[in-house]
């Protein structure tokens, strides 16, 4: 028979970073985000045969694909152990720690967003899409911010599948992301003023500029995306946060509450200053 | 080094919207194996998860493994010390024998990879599974399927071992390398082993604690609740109605467990069974009919 193996209690950090590999190797397999890879590669196809002025706002593709998407993967991940939960319990890695792992594992659709964000760039780069009102700096934010959606959606995924019990609950934060992001986006088609940009900006994706027929020029919108996406960034710490107080306890679950209440405060701070500049909408 | 007493329970209490499925119990456990047993709903499980630190009692105070778990940081020294089989457990979908006990190993702070591995395939090995181990979990049977729940629950030769009702769906030989396995364990460890089945406890077990109502009906050695039921087990032709519980045996006679002596019968060896039964009368009549 073999001996049993003799090791001493691990660090909290080494649990930490195994158990996130361990669950990053889970999200990489997951079929859903496959099929989203899947189809944000078969989608790159048409993307770069039609790359204009308004390119940044492609991002919207990678958002969907990978970071809706990411939603219920997140969520499903986060509930896959609910059958074993007395077992894992019982487990001297505890609740925070496990959701740690999952929110650091949401660095993998991350790193596909960005690797897209930044082939995206490069093409639009290299085929000389003309220049426009949206300088590179903006530009470069603007498609940061797509990069953020595909952590933060997985990460709204994990928030929901520790606060939620219901069946279907993460197909239902996917529906409501999607709605959100629709319903702010159409704050486009109305007159340009600080209340729109308000309304556009505070969804965690929004859109900058104008595209199809329905313009006869296509324009940018007004508003910071620097500070927009300082304010993307925040939303994906409050959901990670939201998502960890839901399994600590007693002194830790309200330093938890503390660091929710502060990445609140500078999320709004954020938001008002991506919405201070000034709403005049420029031709592309 | 295992405490001389592993685990200690005074006055627990847990209700369930107001039913009470422990109802001040006081108990307290060494190295060695001990059974479980009681009908359905007698507390069992609900012990067991307040042991394992899963569910918290609503009153009385619980020692383990010399630590009272209250703060976390004397949770997680607790928890690295015990393995625990739940009565109900599913598995993630997706997952191998083999993923799924590595998974589970990281959760017990296993971080050394090549150690990990070892460990998994040992306890993998232990339970018999060593030629799925790369199989799914979705595809095995439900035998296995119990077995790679214990092969977790095995993981570093805990220090105490709670295991409910680790033997449901495994077949007679798998039982009996089980009760190998756990008999090793019991040497070094405290365990706790719930069952309905009185032919683990008895092949297994120094003593054995009956539970009913949340209360203790019997604590101490196997062997007095056996001997409780001397003089009261007979074989006869007919079932006698006096008699607690009566059966056909496979001979065609009727073992009839009970205070009076059907006319014509003859005495026989009582077994735990035969003693759980008398104990708990009608309860246990029920559960075992049931079952």
Not at chain 1, 25 to 50: E, K, M, N, Q
Not at chain 1, 77 to 95: E, I, K, N
Request: charged share 20%.
């Amino acid at each position: 028979m073999t001996a049993v193996v003799e090791r001493r209690a691990a660090p909290a950090q080494a649990t930490l970073r195994t158990l996130a590999w361990v669950e990053a190797r889970r999200y990489a397999r997951h079929p859903v985000f496959l099929l989203g890879a899947g189809l944000l590669v078969w989608s790159s196809v048409a993307i770069s045969d039609d790359l204009d002025a308004t390119f940044p706002d492609f991002k919207v593709a990678v958002g969907f694909l990978v970071g809706v998407f990411g939603v219920l993967v997140g969520y499903q991940l986060t509930r896959s152990l609910s059958r074993s939960t007395d077992a894992v319990t019982a487990a001297p890695a505890d609740g925070v720690l496990r959701t740690a792992a999952l929110c650091l594992a949401c660095l993998v659709p991350g790193a596909l967003g960005l690797a897209w964000v930044g082939w995206l760039y490069a093409t639009a780069v290299l085929t000389s899409t003309p220049d426009s009102a949206i300088g590179t700096g903006d530009r470069i934010a603007i498609l940061l911010a797509g990069a953020v959606a595909t952590v933060g959606g997985p990460l709204v995924g994990v928030m929901v599948g520790r606060w939620t019990r219901f069946p279907g609950a993460g197909l239902v934060a996917a529906v409501l992301l999607v709605l959100w992001t629709g319903f702010s986006s159409s704050a486009l088609e109305q007159r340009a003023s600080h209340l729109t940009d308000l309304a556009r900006l505070q969804a965690p994706f929004a859109f900058w500029t104008s595209s199809g027929d329905a313009h006869a020029t296509n324009w940018v919108a007004g508003g910071s995306p620097w500070w927009h996406l300082a304010y993307v960034v925040l939303l994906c710490g409050l959901a990670a946060t939201a998502a960890m107080v839901h399994e600590a306890t007693g002194g830790r679950r309200t330093r938890l509450w503390r660091v929710l209440a502060v990445l609140g405060v500078l999320a709004l701070g954020c938001l008002a200053l991506a919405v201070a500049g000034d709403p005049t909408r420029v031709p592309l | 080094m295992t405490a001389a007493l592993t685990v200690s329970l005074t006055g627990v209490t847990k209700r369930y919207r107001g039913t009470p499925a422990l109802d001040s119990v006081d108990l307290s456990f060494g190295a060695g194996i001990t059974g479980l047993l009681g009908p359905n709903g007698a507390g069992k499980t609900t012990f067991l998860r307040i042991v394992a630190t899963v569910l918290a009692p609503d009153a009385g105070d619980v020692r383990l493994l010399g630590r009272v778990p209250e703060t976390a940081d004397r949770l997680a020294e607790v928890r690295r010390r015990l393995g625990y089989l739940p009565q109900e457990m599913g598995f993630p979908r997706g997952f191998t024998a083999f993923g799924f006990v590595d998974y589970m190993a990281v959760l017990k702070e296993w971080t050394a990879h090549a150690a990990r591995h070892a460990e998994v395939r040992r306890v993998l090995d232990l339970v018999d599974l060593g030629n799925v181990t790369t199989k799914r979990i979705s595809a095995l049977s439900g035998g296995q399927r119990r077995r790679v729940a214990l092969a977790q629950a095995l993981l570093g030769e805990p220090d105490l071992l709670l295991l409910d009702e680790p033997t449901t769906g495994v077949d007679p030989e798998q039982r009996v390398t089980l009760r190998q396995v756990l008999s090793r364990a019991g040497e070094r460890s405290t365990v706790l082993l719930s069952t309905h089945q009185t032919e683990d406890v008895a092949a297994l077990c120094d003593r054995v604690v009956v539970l009913d109502a949340g209360r203790v009906r019997f604590d101490g050695p196997v062997t007095d609740l056996v001997a409780t039921a001397a003089g009261r087990v007979w074989l006869a032709d007919a079932p006698h109605p006096a008699a607690r519980a009566s059966w056909r045996t496979g001979t065609g006679r009727h073992r009839n467990v009970g205070e009076a002596a059907p006319p014509g019968a003859e005495p026989a060896e009582p077994t735990l069974e035969d003693a759980y039964l008398l104990l708990l009368g009608d309860r246990a009549r029920t559960t075992a009919v049931a079952a």
